[in-house]
């Protein structure tokens, strides 16, 4: 009887974590795993997506202390190994997806649609189902904005180099400026699928973040006056031009850049069903069904590349710190165009909506707004900031599959 409580006991996950050498960073991981769910529980940062990524970091680090003697992990939901093999070129299962649905776990499986990526395009589809571009449509130079706020990918990419990164490595982390988790999870996948865990938590994070970063750089970039400045009403944008918008958009930019053509043409699909009036029940599903399905998903299967042997190293607080910076000088970009198109237009134009131009819909342009009414309470700012909000959305896509064409191989 002894003996069989003794087996049961050292054979159980609690043993483990003595026994097995990436023990005790398993128990950090968990640990790291119970605060995520408490930002996303209690303070309700991107609660829908880190409420999964801290389940599925909680997942693969319980069920990988259960080691054998042979050192594998037959238990294990989430099993590294067999993606190092998956990505290396002299590996026999180089690039083998059977291989892994064979062998893989629970979580192995999910995780071939973030490798696919299959997750972050459907994504981008049910984003364009949720989004009106017709702040945009009504004032394309709200696209200067979009294009201003991706400064800081740029500068975190070369600031990564810096440090130690290679180039596929420094792109995935300045992708973090773009504001937007799908795309940068994308670009990770694509690039650096080793640092896929903490750019995605840094991403995230950052995002649900935005009304404590942006609002202490508006300030210190802008005067008073300038974000007291009121604007004028946007024209109202025909059925037509919606329509046409996003047809135009993909046939351009997609010839421009063919590396684009799956983030951006599933954005202007998902948004062509919603203008159409023809496709109700396609965009309903895009935006509530697939959505709500592809985000469980996602979230736990990036969830669990946050194993401890991976996470716990000096590169991670590396990339947060990096991801911070790009998110900053994103921000930065969009307010100094903002800036000088107040100037050029006779102060005709809030600077204050140029910070909306990063991809965080609609949490940027909700802050501009905020901002705004705090110097005016009269100002109404939101729909002029969604305009650069929105075309953060396309921007930080272009970015995404600029970064892809030039160091993916």
């Known amino acids: 009887m002894l003996d069989s409580l003794w087996q049961l006991v050292s054979e159980s996950g609690f043993a483990g974590f003595f026994s097995n050498p990436d023990g005790w960073r398993n128990l950090v991981m968990i640990a790291v795993a119970c605060v995520l769910l408490y930002l996303g529980i209690k303070k309700q940062y991107e609660p829908l997506l880190m409420v999964g990524i801290a389940v599925g970091c909680l997942l693969a680090n319980v069920s990988s202390v259960f080691m054998t003697a042979d050192g594998s992990l037959p238990d294990a939901l989430y099993h590294q190994s067999l993606w190092d093999d998956f990505l290396n070129s002299a590996s026999p299962y180089y690039h083998d997806y059977g291989h892994i649905l064979a062998t893989g776990g629970l979580i192995d499986i999910l995780y ?14 049910g984003i364009g189902a949720m989004t009106d571009f017709g702040p945009l449509i009504s004032n394309p130079k709200s696209l200067l904005l979009g ?20 180039a596929q490595q420094s792109a995935s982390i300045g992708i973090i400026g773009g504001a937007d988790g799908p795309t940068a999870i994308l670009t990770t996948t694509k690039l650096a699928p080793e640092l896929l865990g903490p750019i995605a938590v840094a991403a995230y994070s950052y995002m649900a973040l935005i009304p404590m970063i942006q609002p202490p750089i508006m300030k210190a970039l802008t005067t008073e006056k300038e974000r007291s400045v009121k604007m004028e009403q946007l024209r109202e944008v025909s059925k037509t031009e919606k329509i046409l918008f996003p047809i135009v958009v993909t046939i351009f930019v997609v010839l421009l850049l063919p590396s684009t053509a799956p983030l951006i043409g599933c954005l202007m699909f998902g948004n062509l069903l919603k203008e159409t009036g023809v496709t109700e029940r ?17 979230g736990i299967s990036v969830g669990a590349t946050m194993v401890g042997s991976r996470f716990l190293q000096f590169d991670t607080i590396k990339i947060v710190v990096l991801g911070l910076i790009a998110f900053a000088f994103s921000t930065i970009g969009g307010l100094l165009v903002g800036k000088l198109m107040y100037k050029l237009s006779g102060g005709k134009i809030n600077p204050l909506i140029g910070s909306a131009g990063v991809s965080a819909v609609p949490m940027a342009a909700r802050v501009s707004q905020r901002e705004g009414q705090k110097a005016n309470p009269s100002n109404f700012l939101l729909m002029h900031a969604m305009g650069p909000n929105v075309a953060g959305v396309i921007g930080s896509a272009i970015a995404a599959g600029f970064l892809i064409k030039m160091f993916g191989g």
Request: hydrophobic share 65%.
């Open 147 to 166: 294009a201003a706020a991706q400064f800081g990918v740029f500068f975190a990419f070369f600031g990564a180099n810096l440090l130690g990164f290679d």
């Open 112 to 125: 071939i649609g973030v490798k696919a990526g299959i997750y972050p395009c459907l994504i981008f589809m």
């Open 282 to 298: 396609l965009s309903d599903v895009a935006q509530n069904a697939l959505m709500n399905i592809v985000t469980l998903f996602l």
